[in-house]
C-alpha cells in the first residue's frame, strides 16, 4: 500500500512539471512591457476599385509569389506588394536564385510603381502616448523557406517622411530610419508578436524566428536593459 501511495505521489509530481512547464513556454508577456505600444493591422485599408496587375508566375522562372496590400504610407489608402523568387536567366544554381519584388499604388486610377527601402513586408507598431507610427522591417528565412534569397537581417525602423515625386522618376515613399529609441520598439514589437502568437494567429515558426531577431537586436543596441 505504501510502495503504491509513493508511485502516486511521484506521479503527481512529475505531471506537475509537465503542467508546470508547458504554462511557461506560454506565458503571457510581462504586463506592461509593450504598453506604450500597439500592432497595428496595416491590411485594413481602402482597396482601389482598378484591377491590379496579375501575379507573376508560377513558371520555372518565376514562383512563389506573394501579394499583400497595405496602408504604407497612413492615409488608408492600399498599396501593392509583391514578392516572389527569380531564377536568374533560367538556370538551377541555387546561387541564381534571387527576391524580386513590385510595389505600386493608384495614381489617377491607374497602377502606378513606387520605390521604398524595405526589404519584405513591415509591422506596424503606434506610440500611444504620441500617436506616431513606426514600420519595423524584420524579415527572417522563414518567411519564404528558401534561406538563398531571404535572410534573417538586422530589423530596421523608420517612420515615414511621405511620397516623392518627380516628372520622369519613379515616384518613392520616402522613410526615415529611427535610431534613437530603436531597442524600445524593437522590444515592444517582439511582447506583441508573442502575445499574438499566443493567441494562435500566427504562423509559429516564422513568428518565432521574428521574435528572435527583434529580442536580439533589441538586446544589441542596449546591453544593459533586461529583455
Same mark, same amino acid.
Given at each position: 500500500?505504501?510502495?503504491? *501511495? ?12 509537465? $503542467? ?19 500592432? %497595428? ?6 482597396? !482601389? ?11 520555372? +522562372? ?10 504604407? =504610407? ?7 506588394? =509583391? ?22 499604388? $493608384?495614381?489617377? *486610377? ?17 506610440? *500611444? ?9 524584420? !524579415? ?16 530596421? $525602423? ?18 526615415? +530610419?529611427?535610431?534613437?529609441? *530603436?531597442? =524600445?520598439? %524593437?522590444?515592444?514589437?517582439? $511582447?506583441?508578436? +508573442? ?33
Amino acid at each position: 500500500m505504501n510502495e503504491t *501511495r509513493r508511485r502516486f505521489i511521484g506521479f503527481l509530481v512529475a505531471a506537475s512539471c509537465v $503542467v508546470t512547464g508547458v504554462l511557461n513556454v506560454h506565458a503571457a508577456p510581462p504586463p506592461g512591457a509593450a504598453s506604450q505600444y500597439r500592432l %497595428l493591422d496595416l491590411a485594413a485599408c481602402r482597396k !482601389p476599385a482598378a484591377v491590379a496587375p496579375a501575379l507573376p508566375g508560377p513558371t520555372f +522562372e518565376a514562383y512563389g509569389a506573394q501579394r499583400r496590400l497595405l496602408n504604407l =504610407d497612413g492615409s488608408g489608402r492600399c498599396v501593392l506588394m =509583391d514578392f516572389w523568387i527569380a531564377r536568374l536567366g533560367g538556370s538551377e544554381s541555387p546561387g541564381m536564385r534571387v527576391l524580386e519584388h513590385r510595389f505600386m499604388r $493608384v495614381v489617377h *486610377r491607374k497602377w502606378q510603381p513606387f520605390d521604398t527601402p524595405l526589404r519584405w513586408y513591415p509591422f506596424a507598431v503606434q506610440e *500611444r502616448r504620441s500617436g506616431k507610427t513606426y514600420l519595423v522591417d524584420v !524579415p527572417t528565412e522563414e518567411d519564404l523557406d528558401d534561406f538563398m534569397v531571404l535572410k534573417t537581417g538586422v530589423p530596421r $525602423v523608420f517612420t515615414v517622411t511621405g511620397w516623392v515625386d518627380q516628372q520622369g522618376f519613379v515616384s518613392e515613399l520616402a522613410l526615415q +530610419e529611427v535610431t534613437e529609441g *530603436r531597442a =524600445d520598439i %524593437l522590444r515592444a514589437l517582439s $511582447v506583441l508578436l +508573442e502575445t499574438r502568437a499566443i493567441s494562435g494567429r500566427a504562423a509559429p515558426a516564422a513568428e518565432r524566428a521574428r521574435i528572435r531577431a527583434l529580442r536580439d537586436a533589441a538586446n544589441a543596441a542596449s546591453p544593459s536593459t533586461s529583455p
